[in-house]
């Protein structure tokens, strides 16, 4: 009876697989979002291989029709824009790390449903800094605010929907993982089972 608990416990169930890519995929957006970062730190000043142009372009109002009526909205200030992507890069890398260290905790505890299901707060968090910049800081301050949907040189709301979609993408499938986890009748067993033999 213990050795069948015992190769219970090490056997690849379908939601220990779950767990196991819903992790991978995680990795796969920290990647994203570490990469982006990398590129705007390394290479700010480059029109095609960073946002600084485009912060830039956005926040001053070039591309926007000039009797739009939203004049009174742009910001020339030098010191606001600069501001403004150092803070696009901080939370970029800040969501880029927590879902990095979400990755590899998800990773190490796929055995065990309740191990795997405590590292997922940190997808979380990364998820939220992610809309925060994408969502928010793209879609509702430059996409409405700075009329971001007027600017015929400097329009990112395509992609930051793109990026608004693989995060929320990711919480829904890491939701997804976690409930079925939790609704499969064999996990208390394992996961006493795991925990015991640990």
Do not use: C
Not at 53 to 79: H, K, M, N, Y
Not at 164 to 170: F, K, N, P, R
Request: proline letters at 3%; charged letters at 10%; aromatic letters at 12%.
């Amino acid at each position: 009876m213990a050795a069948g608990r015992a190769a219970g416990s090490t056997e690849w169930t379908v939601w220990r697989t779950a767990r196991v890519v819903t992790s991978i995929f995680v990795l796969m957006v920290a990647s994203y979002y570490l990469v982006v970062a990398f590129d705007n730190i390394t290479n700010p000043t480059n029109p095609n291989a960073s946002n600084w142009p485009f912060v830039q372009g956005v926040l001053s109002g070039d591309g926007v029709p000039a009797d739009s009526g939203f004049e009174w909205r742009f910001i020339d200030a030098t010191w606001f824009q600069t501001v403004s992507y150092i803070g696009i890069m901080v939370m970029e890398t800040l969501t880029g790390v927590v879902l990095l260290v979400a990755a590899i905790l998800g990773l190490r505890r796929a055995r065990v449903a309740a191990a795997w299901s405590g590292a997922q707060r940190w997808t979380y968090v990364g998820g939220i800094l992610g809309l925060s910049v994408f969502m928010f800081g793209f879609t509702v301050v430059g996409g409405n605010w700075f009329v971001m949907y007027l600017n015929s040189k400097y329009n990112g709301l395509e992609p930051a929907s793109q990026n608004i979609i693989h995060t929320l993408g990711m919480l829904i499938l890491v939701t997804a993982v976690l409930i079925g986890s939790r609704l499969d009748p064999d996990t208390t067993a394992r996961d006493g089972e795991g925990m015991a033999g640990g």
